[in-house]
């Protein structure tokens, strides 16, 4: 199967898969794709805001939930490439950035964020991933992950629209 196919069904396998309470996680992606979008992301920022939590998904295995962004980062990399995997995958490393370097990020989480962050160590600073050229837009992502959990949010992108960033990805990469 090829990755847009594959896209579909996971997308499509979040539709009433809760982590937070306000948002299933098809909402809270297409939501987050949404917040990229408006935010004037480029397409791979917009996929792997996406699909950041796509290890969320009944089409993993149960123990994929506990390491959720090495997950994406692994199923991502060799569909979309080195970037939209990477971002994908630093969405934890990034809640902890902000939660040690922005006194107003800890208090702005959600209660379910919150307690992951305990979970995942805490606040802390990777210094080797601050000073990764693509650091930025991993913070980017995870402000559109944080933005991404509103119960009454209307005209967000569908999967549709996603699926057509993901088939531009695809083509970017093939014509490089
Ligand atoms: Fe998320």
Wanted: cysteine-free; hydrophobic content about 45%; charged content about 30%.
């Amino acid at each position: 199967m090829d990755a847009i196919t594959d896209t579909a069904r996971l997308l499509s396998s979040l539709r009433g898969v809760w982590d937070e309470e306000a948002v299933d996680e098809l909402d809270h992606a297409l939501q987050s794709a949404t917040r990229a979008v408006d935010d004037g992301a480029d397409d791979e920022l917009v996929l792997a805001a996406a699909l950041h939590d796509i290890a969320r998904s009944p089409m993993f295995d149960a123990s994929a939930a506990r390491r959720h962004d090495e997950v994406a980062k692994g199923w991502l990399t060799p569909r979309f490439g080195e970037r939209v995997g990477w971002l994908a995958g630093q969405h934890v490393a990034a809640k902890r950035y902000l939660a040690a370097t922005d006194p107003g990020y800890a208090a702005a989480l959600s209660p379910t964020s919150v307690s992951s962050l305990r979970a995942q160590g805490g606040a802390g600073v990777d210094a080797a991933l601050v000073a990764h050229p693509w650091w930025p837009d991993a913070l980017r992502l995870r402000r559109y992950d944080d933005a991404a959990k509103d119960p009454d949010a209307d005209g967000t992108v569908t999967i549709e629209d996603v699926l057509a960033v993901a088939e531009r990805v695809v083509r970017q990469r093939d014509s490089r």
